[in-house]
């Protein structure tokens, strides 16, 4: 054997892969048990902290092979079935539909719920642009809201305001895991004849009081893109309360099929369907969510330990009697930092760490600035001010410790470099 190579097991930590290192080795082979290449790391990325990093492992494999051997690799298969029924059985038995994607899960809920052309729906300023898309793609008007300042979620008292005879709907998005105020949306709905549909893509896990988000409103919608809680790749789950509700959404999914005569079709549909490999991964996944739940808790207690007790920033409310699953933990730099947030996102980069800002606000873009009837003060300050750092559930406990050695080391330097000028 050539005692000069360099190999490492490649279920060796992060730590003990990095020791391997030193200024001549330029890559790292990691070997399996019977000495095959299984993967390797270089010496180029392995300081980068990313801002998410799925969490996979052989249970995923081992179901995407056995979906690969049964032939049935697209939108039917056994896969399929059992990741829509878990899903359920986690969300108190509501009626679960698979999805392509997130953004699409939100169509077809709205879609299912008559949610159309002449009406209006409100949606929060401060999120990703597929919860207005959605909207849009359905032929209803969205009527964009500001948030609330602490928990960066649709405001109630606002929403309040912009109702009128049009407004059929209200979207709130548990932006970031924080869930939204479930109890005062809820009574706008009663007293307004609305609908709530849930944007659950950044809060799978999270609860409102005692009941876990997605199980308040008419229906909501989840997302498994590959950096959310749980990843299929691409996919997202729609949840009903209403039977008859979730069959328009499943044939709405499927073309307009039939339910009785295949390949006949009753209205004109949509191919949203997930395949059996997405659902395979999403299976092993789910089994995995109370796992990767308690470690981003714990991820997040840490980085609370230095953000709480910094006088540079403040952190994203978590009511207490919520429990946020914390998909990105994310924070608002003061106005009195020396450094603005876009500063500090370069030097991490530069160090490299990747964080990112938070969601720019959809009133300020071109396509929907038609959508805005009100000023956007808490939005546009969380948008200007915000950032997400990584929170992954393989982050370890040496690149954690680094995040925030160079966080310390970037405001020391520059609050010194201020007081010398």
Not at 182 to 207: F, M
Not at 242 to 260: I, V
Not at 315 to 343: A, G, H
């Amino acid at each position: 054997m050539n005692t000069s190579f360099k190999s490492a097991h490649y279920k060796s930590s992060r730590e003990e892969k990095i020791k391997f290192f030193d200024n001549r080795l330029k890559v790292l082979p990691f070997l399996d048990d019977s000495g095959r290449l299984v993967d390797f790391l270089s010496n180029n990325n392995s300081n980068f902290i990313p801002i998410a990093n799925p969490f996979l492992g052989n249970e995923e494999l081992s179901n995407v092979i056995e979906c690969m051997n049964s032939g049935w690799i697209s939108s039917q298969g056994k896969f399929v079935t059992t990741f829509e029924q878990d899903f359920s059985k986690l969300h108190e038995n509501l009626f679960a539909l698979s999805s392509s994607n997130g953004t699409v899960a939100l169509q077809l809920a709205l879609l299912a719920l008559g949610i159309g052309k002449g009406d209006e729906v409100l949606v929060p300023n401060l999120t990703f642009a597929a919860t207005i898309n959605a909207v849009i793609h359905t032929g209803a008007t969205p009527v964009l809201i500001d948030v609330d300042i602490e928990s960066w979620n649709i405001d109630p008292e606002k929403c309040k305001i912009e109702i009128n005879s049009k407004t059929k709907a209200i979207i709130p998005v548990h932006l970031y895991g924080e869930p939204s105020d479930l109890d005062k949306l809820l009574v706008l709905a009663n007293n307004y004849g609305l609908k709530i549909v849930e944007d659950c893509a950044e809060a799978l896990g999270s609860y409102y009081k005692s009941r876990q988000v997605g199980t308040y409103g008419d229906a909501a919608t989840f997302s498994f893109f590959g950096n959310k809680t749980i990843t299929t790749g691409e996919g997202g789950m729609i949840l009903f309360k209403d039977k008859e509700t979730y069959l328009r959404a499943k044939k709405l999914r499927d073309h307009g099929m039939s339910f009785e005569k295949r390949y006949w079709h009753d209205v004109v549909g949509f191919n949203y369907r997930i395949t059996n490999l997405q659902a395979a991964i999403g299976v092993a996944q789910l089994k995995k969510l109370s796992f990767i739940l308690n470690k981003k808790k714990e991820i997040a207690k840490s980085y609370n330990s230095f953000f709480l007790n910094s006088p540079f920033f403040t952190v994203q409310r978590c009511n207490e009697s919520n429990i946020n699953s914390f998909w990105l933990y994310s924070v608002i730099l003061k106005n009195d930092s020396p450094l603005t947030r876009d500063q500090l996102i370069a030097e991490l980069r530069n160090s490299g760490i990747e964080t990112r800002p938070v969601f720019y606000v959809l009133s300020e873009m071109d396509i929907y600035k038609s959508f805005s009837k009100s000023k956007m003060v808490n939005s546009k300050f969380i948008s200007e001010n915000g950032l997400c750092f990584p929170s992954y559930v393989n982050l370890s406990e040496r690149d954690f410790i680094k995040i925030i050695n160079l966080i310390k080391t970037i405001f020391n330097e520059k609050t010194c470099s201020d007081n010398i000028s």
